[in-house]
């Protein structure tokens, strides 16, 4: 039975891995993180740094800026509100582009440069350019972070139209527009190559012309053809059908999406995760592929909200903070993934204070260094957690109860939603400080679920105690 249990966990996860599609996007947004983690740092220094209180309001952040002498440095606060708009209001941007390079080397076209300039072409081909506003003359319309707000006291006398000139919606590069970005990068691309490589649409020049001239030439119709179809598809969705794809894609994937960022569904994916941990097979790096679209738009949306209100909790009062994704990447970093999947620091303390084999106390020496920064292969593997029934259990309890404490603990307001994507190797505590936005419960939630992954533990090192060593491993 487990034997057909591995296998079959075996087989799938090697489908998952060598899947074209699925490999693509999980390395457009590995390509993509470190943007990701720069745009919400600066949402970071904009709250810890620059942002200082008038005087005679309640203090809400342990800000730099709020310490007598240092009140300038709120005059620096466009340095980072830049800078995150930069990094997380071109994300569907960035990813179509990654997804289609990724893509089209797995498919074979290495080093075509083509490929990224016609995935940004045609997504921006599906983008409504023009918009229309309603306001009076005496009103004036502006743009604040690409949504469009009418001045006091606009009503719906006159129309106004605004250019293509004034560019497109902030909704159409974002977050918001993340799966059209993917399904743009996967579905243009994959027509793209096969019509190159079927070489009917190829313009073949003498060989006395350039070879880049000639590569461009070679690639003409098939883009001609691709951007085409993108706008033809446009045309259909705007004009015909009467609503943009990027609002449509919104609606098909919004059911998804609360089920992948909801608590039942988060901890089946985790679960799935842990189960091919405990077979040898990296269940993080194969579950991504599925996971990381819908929890890098969570924490993107949680972070867009967190820079207009700075205020990292859901309560009801603040009409703003009702967005909020409780289950985000920085989420999973900081209560499923802290000190590596399984937190499997938890079992490392553990063995320190309880185990008495000196193979297990080698073994958790060497690993404390990785532990600190999240890296949990050498306990996997060194103990081995791996396919050792009497680590199963607090293998995969440890994890699921973390993950259930930060909910609840955030759920009632205790600690605050994690809203920056910190690097997943900052060292626990300091992460969930970082994470919430500089929160000191927030770093307090984190002790208190690695704290419940050493007493889960526990039981289990010390009953290996009465194991040989050979016997255990």
Not at 403 to 416: H, S
Request: glycine share 8%; net charge neutral; with cysteine.
């Amino acid at each position: 039975m487990n034997e057909k249990l591995m296998n079959g966990l075996l087989n799938i996860a090697g489908k998952m891995q060598s899947n074209k599609v699925l490999s693509a996007i999980k390395d457009a947004f590995i390509d993509n993180m470190p943007i990701v983690i720069v745009g919400a740092f600066c949402t970071l220094f904009q709250w810890v740094v620059f942002h200082h209180d008038p005087a005679g309001s309640t203090t809400v952040y342990l800000s730099i800026a709020n310490i007598p002498g240092l009140s300038w440095l709120e005059y620096l606060t466009p340095i980072a509100t830049t800078a995150n708009y930069g990094c997380m209001n071109f994300m569907a941007v960035n990813v179509c582009v990654l997804t289609a390079m990724h893509y089209a080397e797995n498919l074979g076209r290495h080093g075509d440069k083509t490929v990224p300039v016609l995935a940004i072409s045609s997504l921006v081909t599906l983008m409504n350019t023009s918009i229309t506003a309603q306001s009076t003359a005496a009103d004036v319309v502006t743009a604040s972070n690409g949504a469009l707000q009418l001045a006091k006291g606009a009503s719906e006398s006159t129309e106004i139209s605004l250019s293509a000139g004034a560019g497109v919606l902030q909704s159409f590069t974002d977050a918001n527009a993340l799966f059209v970005g993917l399904l743009v990068g996967i579905l243009v691309t994959l027509l793209y190559v096969k019509l190159v490589n079927s070489g009917k649409v190829t313009i073949k020049l003498p060989d006395s012309v350039p070879p880049n001239v000639s590569a461009s030439f070679a690639v003409l119709f098939p883009v001609a053809i691709c951007i085409l179809v993108v706008s033809v598809v446009g045309f259909i969705f705007n004009t015909v059908i009467g609503t943009n794809i990027f609002d449509l894609m919104a609606a098909i994937m919004e059911p998804l999406k609360a089920i992948m960022t909801g608590l039942p569904g988060y901890l089946l994916v985790t679960f799935l995760a842990l189960l091919l941990w405990f077979f040898g097979i990296h269940g993080d790096n194969v579950m991504s592929a599925v996971t990381a679209a819908f929890f890098t738009q969570a924490s993107a949306e949680n972070l867009a909200i967190y820079n207009q209100t700075g205020i990292p909790y859901k309560v009801a009062s603040v009409a703003a903070t009702s967005g909020y994704s409780i289950i985000s990447n920085a989420f999973n970093s900081s209560f499923y993934a802290v000190t590596g999947s399984g937190l499997t620091g938890g079992l490392v303390i553990a063995i320190m204070l309880f185990s008495k084999r000196d193979d297990y106390k080698a073994i958790a020496k060497l690993a404390i260094p990785c532990a600190i920064f999240d890296i949990n292969e050498p306990v996997i593997f060194g103990i081995p957690l791996v396919m050792n029934p009497l680590f199963a259990i607090p293998f995969f309890m440890a994890p699921i109860a973390s993950i259930v404490i930060g909910y609840v603990l955030t759920k009632i307001g205790f600690c605050p939603i994690m809203v920056v994507d910190a690097p997943w190797t900052t060292p626990p505590v300091l992460l969930g400080f970082l994470s919430s936005g500089g929160k000191l419960t927030g770093a307090l939630t984190q002790l208190i679920c690695l704290a419940a992954s050493v007493v889960i533990y526990s039981p289990f090192v010390i009953a290996a105690n009465k194991q040989p060593a050979q016997a255990a491993a």
